[in-house]
């Protein structure tokens, strides 16, 4: 298929399924055309089987999109920098000790307690998967998404504090699991009798504290150049170099782009805005960033669904992947729960913090992504159906009950 024909038919399902979200279902955005576009492959995948060409076509369209380079190396710096650019960072310093406890040691929690149980309930199937294998899988389900959510959670009335820590904590874990994700995986590639504790301490340390410097650097070099010019214009083509150029070179110099551009977006969203930049140009650089933030997660959500066409499945594992469900919950709720027990005498808790934390906590398109970057010799295709069954179940499940439940948590409404 040619290039300009995949795009055009993944705009065109995308605009059909919020269309179809937006006029009749009215469910949030991201949850609707997810949901639309996982039912529609349900029923590729039915009538597929009395016709054909029907079902190979669509599996055709899905296939010419590697899933993992269009949201790793393309997307994500867009929506981490689009994220970023929006938080208030007066509002963020306020919750950043909890924000990076959760980011930093919840995640390392995480990806440890998922592996472990992963690694546990695999054998118990009679599954040989090294430990290490685990826990990428640990490392790779443990970054968050709040797209879906944040609305959700707006109109339910949750305290600003929490909305900056569920927020601020999916900024940076994303980067965080990254860092975390590629050390184990240089790891299980490398092998554990080719690579010391140092060398594995310097590897996380080159990716995760250079990235945050380079993010640093970078900010303030957009920085610069939007103080010096007063058009609107050229300040988002100067923005939009900063993600695309910045990211690129980020990769190429091995620090983590990820941490990058939310330090970025974070520096630009407030100095920028407010010594570099007129108020027309806050006006159109705001807008432009948030649309192009909602049409990104449009496309991500709905080849979300699409991917179950090319997905292989095995009984076993989709068994293995629905009873990880539950253990990858319990799990969020231990790497949420300890670092604010660690914390809870030097900040100030919301009441059900934890329980909305652990609930809200939902599996996104990255943690697809990174299971598809493995290769075939570390479980690839186990891996991929086991997080993709979790994140369907984080998105929709968790995503049209965690309204309700926040209201009742509270403000004890049904």
């Known amino acids: 298929m040619e290039i300009y024909h995949v795009i055009s038919a993944l705009i065109f399902l995308t605009m059909i399924f919020a269309y179809v979200n937006a006029r009749f279902i009215k469910w949030p955005s991201t949850i609707g055309i997810m949901a639309l576009s996982l039912i529609t492959s ?70 440890f307690a998922v592996g472990a149980v992963a690694y546990y309930l695999l054998n118990l199937f009679k599954f040989d998967a090294p430990f290490i294998h685990c826990l990428l899988f640990g490392a790779l389900i443990s970054p968050t998404d709040p797209i879906a959510v944040l609305g959700i959670l707006k109109k339910a009335g949750i305290p600003e504090s929490l ?15 990254v860092v975390v994700f590629l050390t184990i995986l240089q790891v299980a590639t490398t092998g554990t009798e080719n690579m ?14 250079g990235g945050l410097i380079y993010g640093g650097v970078l900010g303030y070099v957009g920085y610069l150049a939007l103080k010096s010019i007063d058009n609107y214009k050229v300040e988002v083509l100067i923005t939009l170099v900063v993600v695309m150029c910045g990211y690129a070179l980020a990769d190429a110099i091995h620090v983590s782009a990820p941490l990058a551009m939310v330090v970025t977006g974070i520096l630009i969203g407030n100095k920028g805005r407010e010594f570099a ?37 095995s009984a076993t594992m989709v068994l293995i992947g629905v009873m990880l469900i539950v253990l990858v919950l319990i799990s969020r709720f231990v790497s949420v729960f300890l670092p604010i027990q660690i914390l809870r005498k030097k900040i100030d808790l919301e009441n059900n913090a934890v329980t ?12 697809v ?25 984080s998105i929709i499940v968790q995503g049209l009950t965690i309204g309700n439940l926040a209201k009742k948590l509270l403000h004890g409404k049904r």
């Open 42 to 111: 349900i029923l590729l995948i039915i009538f597929g089987m009395q016709v054909p060409w029907l079902a190979n076509e669509a599996s055709e369209l899905v296939n010419a999109i590697d899933f993992k380079v269009v949201l790793l190396e393309i997307m994500l710096s867009f929506l981490l920098f689009a994220g970023a650019v929006h938080i208030e960072y007066r509002k963020l310093r306020k919750q950043l000790l909890p924000v990076l406890m959760l980011a930093t040691v919840g995640t390392l929690i995480s990806t």
């Open 163 to 177: 909305e900056m820590k569920i927020a601020g904590e999916s900024l940076f874990n994303d980067g965080v699991a």
């Open 196 to 209: 010391t504790a140092g060398d594995i301490g310097m590897l996380f340390l080159r990716e995760a504290i």
């Open 277 to 313: 930049m007129s108020e027309e140009t806050r006006d159109y650089l705001g807008k432009f960033w948030n649309l192009l933030d909602e049409i990104l997660n449009a496309m991500l959500f709905m080849l979300l669904g699409l991917e179950m066409l090319v997905i292989q499945v």
């Open 356 to 367: 909305i934390l652990t609930w809200g906590g939902l599996r996104g398109g990255i943690s």
């Open 369 to 393: 992504a990174l299971a598809l970057s493995l290769p075939t010799s570390l479980h690839r295709n186990e891996w991929v159906l086991i997080t993709y069954i979790i994140v369907v179940f």
